[in-house]
């Protein structure tokens, strides 16, 4: 069984700041790492996913996540962050392999950024 | 491109009543999955088809909840008899490839 826990459920930061969020994992096997992004009355849409390679993976509109087998983390981080980022964040995971998209998601993190 | 389609957006019910909500995956998506979303809960699966077999029903939802999908192209979730704590929005998705795309949801409100 996978769970996830995304430890913040609130962020609040100025325009321009960078941002991390935190996301951690736990789960025995191979797993798929993603994270998505829910803006207000909207469903959810994808913005990246890790499997293997390179620990760092780049996602749309400047978003990058790192993972960490050793933290069982995917954190979420933004260089500069812009007032349309405001939204909630969930993280998820699946088990590699099934290549289904059955995921687990985490809580969410409510991101506010202030112009 | 279209995206996965839900309609409606937004439901009001009476205590009791039945409601259909419905979903048009992505073409050529395999998987369709049916999600509730609550502050409180957070995302609940629903349930779970692969190429239009349900591979799961989410158990707790079992017995007023009822998702079917007749075709690999519509998908309907029926809600019977409603109740106020069945208050929540009902995310449809389908996917390719271990991700996920999403509707726009259905906001449901029962009385």
């Known amino acids: 069984t996978q769970t996830v826990s995304q430890s913040d459920a609130h962020v609040t930061v100025f325009e321009g700041d960078s941002v991390e969020l935190r996301c951690n994992y736990s789960?025995?096997?191979?797993?798929?790492l993603s994270w998505y992004i829910q803006h207000h009355g909207h469903g959810l849409q994808f913005l990246l996913k890790?499997?293997?390679?390179?620990?760092v993976v780049q996602g749309v509109n400047g978003f990058e996540a790192e993972f960490s087998k050793s933290d069982s983390s995917f954190h979420l981080r933004k260089a500069s962050v812009h007032w349309s980022d405001s939204a909630v964040y969930f993280c998820?995971?699946?088990?590699?392999?099934?290549?289904?998209?059955?995921?687990?998601f985490g809580h969410g993190t409510i991101l506010r950024v202030h112009p | 491109d279209a995206g996965v389609t839900q309609t409606p957006r937004h439901e009001v019910a009476e205590k009791g009543q039945t409601i259909i909500l419905k979903c048009e995956p992505v073409s050529g998506h395999n998987d369709l999955f049916w999600y509730r979303q609550t502050k409180i809960q957070g995302l609940e699966l629903l349930s779970y088809f692969r190429s239009k077999s349900l591979m799961e029903d989410g158990g707790a939802f079992k017995d007023r909840f009822k998702a079917e999908m007749l075709n690999s192209s519509f998908s309907t979730l029926k809600i019977q008899p409603t109740e106020p704590k069945d208050s929540a929005v009902y995310l449809c998705a389908s996917s390719f490839t271990n991700t996920l795309y999403f509707g726009a949801g259905t906001r449901l409100s029962v009385l």
């Open positions: 890790y499997y293997s390679g390179n620990p």
């Open positions: 998820a995971v699946s088990a590699a392999g099934a290549n289904t998209g059955k995921l687990t």
């Open positions: 789960y025995g096997g191979s797993i798929y």
